[in-house]
């Protein structure tokens, strides 16, 4: 059975750094588009960044110029690089990938 596994997340002072890791572990030949999505309480879940298999990337406006999404295609797993975090950022951040199910989830939690 195909699944993403998330792994990094934490808690952060603001104006610290945390990275991400999603893999997906099973039968999988190719995936084209990866992604971190988010949800803080009350709101609704959010595109943060996501990648396609050629390198393609794009980014939510908030986290522009602070977060950097990155693919390891040979290993199936994409990663976050989130800089100069802020209180905002908080929430659980959920990786996404092209016609498979939802990661369960990572809770990333900024302090002010």
């Known amino acids: 059975q195909v699944q993403l596994v998330e792994s990094g997340g934490g808690l952060v002072q603001a104006g610290g750094s945390l990275r991400l890791s999603c893999a997906a572990s099973?039968?999988?030949?190719?995936?084209?588009?990866m992604g971190w999505y988010r949800q803080a309480p009350g709101k609704q879940r959010e595109l943060v960044a996501a990648i396609t298999n050629s390198g393609r990337s794009n980014y939510a406006d908030s986290v522009k110029g602070r977060f950097t999404i990155s693919r390891d295609n040979a290993k199936n797993t994409v990663y976050l690089q989130m800089n100069s975090l802020k209180p905002e950022d908080t929430a659980v951040y959920y990786c996404?990938?092209?016609?498979?199910?939802w990661g369960q989830g990572t809770q990333v939690t900024v302090s002010s």
């Open positions: 099973g039968s999988i030949v190719s995936i084209n588009a």
């Open positions: 996404y990938a092209y016609g498979l199910p």
